[in-house]
């Protein structure tokens, strides 16, 4: 399928981010590019960015789920036997109609739910079994950016994006260090005094972004990020988003949008009543 996101020439791996965020991936994972190909029935991988002639490595799984049923105390069946493989460096889109379930799936991987059957494992790791300080060590290393965005509003967004490391106990060189290529990346420097409330709907979730990623996860987790935005907004966050898997983050979108799936070559699952129905490319 022709993408016009992949045609894009802002979509040129690696541009515009920063150093050492490349390298810590590459350490981490021991990542140049994103993983390919050698998935298994359900695996979102993909073969298109392994050389032609060359065997395609299996990407180990960064996401893992089997048989997963999620049923909320009040009765509500939002995910049902739900199984599913997303490798390290695919980038997978989720839509469904509203109520199918797509919020619950990106809840059990960030620990925010259980699931009342089935496992589900993150980066090898049963998140719904962590709790404490395993559970916020793993947490860290996962990406969330919401519809609402989420920002503190009394901070400026430079406070927004850098308060995330200084939660984490990064050094003042460290947190200088990578607070501006990452507002760089998303194309906010120019905004980095700025409070919330003063910025655009697409700008405040550029924000969000930049917060999500300033710690260098390796699996970011888009609810809806382009649900109260504009198409051109959108396609520049997934544009954002794009880049970010160009340099070995695992991306994982909810969407109802069918439109900007349609015009991305991304593989797609889809959630009808709580099931994943369909997984093309
Ligand atoms: N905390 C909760 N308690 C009870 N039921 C819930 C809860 N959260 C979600 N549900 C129910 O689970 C089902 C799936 O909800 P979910 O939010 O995952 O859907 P969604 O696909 O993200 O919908 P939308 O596109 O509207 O965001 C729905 O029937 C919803 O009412
Ligand atoms: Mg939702």
């Known amino acids: ?18 150093e050492e965020v490349r390298s810590r991936l590459q350490e981490r994972f021991q990542l140049v590019v994103p ?7 359900r695996s979102t ?47 997978l889109f989720v839509t469904g109609p509203s109520g199918s379930g797509k919020s619950t799936l990106l809840k059990l991987l960030y620990g925010h739910e259980r699931p009342t059957a089935g496992h589900v494992l993150v980066d090898n790791e049963p998140i719904a079994q962590l709790q404490g300080n395993r559970l916020a060590m793993m947490r860290r290393r996962i990406g969330i950016v919401f519809q609402d965005y989420k920002l503190i509003p009394r901070r400026t967004v430079a406070e ?18 990578r607070l501006w290529p990452t507002l760089k ?14 910025l655009s709907g697409g700008e ?17 987790l888009a609810d809806e990020p382009t649900g109260n935005l504009d198409s051109d907004n959108s396609l520049q966050v997934i544009k954002i988003l794009k880049k970010l898997n160009s340099i070995g983050i695992t991306v994982i979108v909810t969407t109802h949008d069918e439109h ?22």
């Not at 490595?57 to 493989?85: C, F, H, W």
């Not at 995330?164 to 050094?171: E, K, R, S």
């Not at 405040?204 to 970011?220: E, G, H, K, M």
């Open 1 to 18: 399928m022709t993408s016009a996101l992949s045609l894009s020439t802002d979509d040129r791996p690696h541009q515009g981010l920063p």
């Open 35 to 41: 993983a390919a190909a050698g998935s298994s029935q």
């Open 45 to 91: 991988s993909s073969t298109d960015k392994t050389d032609p002639g060359e065997r395609p490595k299996p990407a180990p799984a960064i996401v893992s789920l089997t048989q997963v049923e999620k049923i909320y105390p009040n009765g509500s069946a939002a995910l049902r036997d739900a199984t599913l493989t997303v490798n390290q460096g695919d980038f």
């Open 160 to 177: 927004n994006v850098a308060f995330v490391l200084w939660a984490q106990g990064f050094t003042r060189k460290e947190i200088h260090r």
């Open 185 to 198: 990346m998303v194309g906010l420097q120019a905004k980095a005094q700025c409070f919330p409330d003063e």
């Open 204 to 220: 405040q979730q550029r924000v969000s972004i930049a917060r999500a990623v300033v710690n260098t996860p390796p699996l970011l």
């Open 260 to 281: 900007l799936v349609r015009l991305s070559n991304h593989p797609v699952v889809q959630i009808k009543n709580g099931r994943i129905q369909s997984l093309w490319r």
